[in-house]
């Protein structure tokens, strides 16, 4: 058995049942054999044994009550994963898929992540199998204050900094933020993604989609080319998707597409963004609704979606960028991408890529832009309304956009420079891997076996 099936075969012994997990695992550890040959002190550290292992797992009920007076029940996590590099950070997700396996996946791809952005951040996740679809404002609240009645005893400016994720915009997080206050009389960075009128910071909404386009200019820059007049299918259609649309657009190129869980709108000629903000920001209505301005545009329900793969990927285009939830983008939408054209994939959502499909990518050369790479742009803005809440200033837009530039820059010099260390040109995600978990594990060993 190699190292990896042997920490995967442990894995499914003492963390069953956690499939995106063992995915994400899998995928970080394929990476890692040219640096563990390369350097043994990782094999004698037990590195990995360690870091597959979360420091800390929160689990617990969140009991509220519905607008009938009848009592719900969800169950609510914060993974604590590593905080070898600063205070765990990573999103809240509020969605009925979320289970002790998806939140378990999202901190480990967290650590690696975190680490690439340089800043001092360690990996952290957090959720509910909550499903705010249907849920009216009052209750959105109730659950939202019940969920940190416990969880405000885990988390704090210098430990633990949620923000959000799938679920969790500035709605939920000023409701959280009100509880916290509430029962523990602090006005403290506690969380991130804040409301603007009080402590958030400017661009972090537009952050991680905005990133994600950066990172996939930065991709083409090194080709000679740029994202101009390129024609892009974006998936999802929630903050990720809206401003990686947004960027493209700035950029001069043309998203066709997007997604939600009712199904793919595809509009040839290019999606009207401020129709789908009015649809999705405040509303969150069915995506189906676009047809009535626009009935040339085509939207195919879920049930119609091809076997073992998703309609969108499906249409001809030179770029994708899946912006919405794991495992959205198998093998055969690879596949059908590839031989339609599509010359690049950078991922806004975290692994909306099969390892399968990641494979083909690869093997077809083009420009791969992995989660932990191209989305780091959230997390770093995070850290950036960190810092403007402990040192009490407030950055312009600018200020705050130039610097997500350049971390995003830098996050890809630093996986495109270890690809080409370890003999892998352009394997981004060999690059990002070693990249990022270099400096964690690094910074393990110096602080000794904790
Ligand atoms: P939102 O809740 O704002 O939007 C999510 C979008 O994806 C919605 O359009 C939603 O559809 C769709 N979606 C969610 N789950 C599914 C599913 N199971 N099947 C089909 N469609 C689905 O979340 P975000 O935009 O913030 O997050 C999107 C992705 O980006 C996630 O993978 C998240 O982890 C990742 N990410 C987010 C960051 C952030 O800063 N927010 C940072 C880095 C990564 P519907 O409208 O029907 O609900
Ligand atoms: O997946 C992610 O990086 C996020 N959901 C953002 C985390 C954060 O702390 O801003």
Redo the contacts with the bound molecule.
Sequence with gaps: MTYIQQTISDLKHTSPAQTEFYQAVEEVLNSLGPLLESNDIYQKQAIIQRIVEPERQIMFRIPWVDDNGDIQVNKGYRIEFNSALGPYKG?L?F?P?VNAGIIKF?GFEQIFKNALTGLSIGGGKGGANFNP?GRSDAEIMRFCQSFMNELYRHIGPTTDVP?????V?AREIGYMFGQYKRLTGRYEGILTGKSLLWGGSLARKEA?GYGTVYFAEYMLDELGDDLKGKRCLVS??????IYAMEKLYQLGATPISC????GTLYHHTGIDLKLIKRL?EGR?SDLVEYLTSYPEAIHTQVADYPENGHAIWRYAADAAFP????N?LTLDDAQALLTNGCKLVSE???MPSTNQAVEAFLEAGISYGPSKAA?AG??ATSQLEMAQNASMQKWTFIHVDQQLKQIMKNIFISASDTAKEFGQDGNLVLGANIAGFRRVADAMIEQGVV
Excluded: F, M, Y
Excluded at 163 to 167: H, M, P, S
Excluded at 259 to 262: K, T
Excluded at 323 to 326: E, I, L, N, P
């Design positions: 999103g997700r969605h898929s999202l679809k923000a959000g994720d799938i679920g915009g991680t999802g259609a929630g903050n990720v998707a997604s939600d869980s009712s999705k969150r912006c919405a939830t794991q959205e806004g959502a975290n989305n959230g997390v």
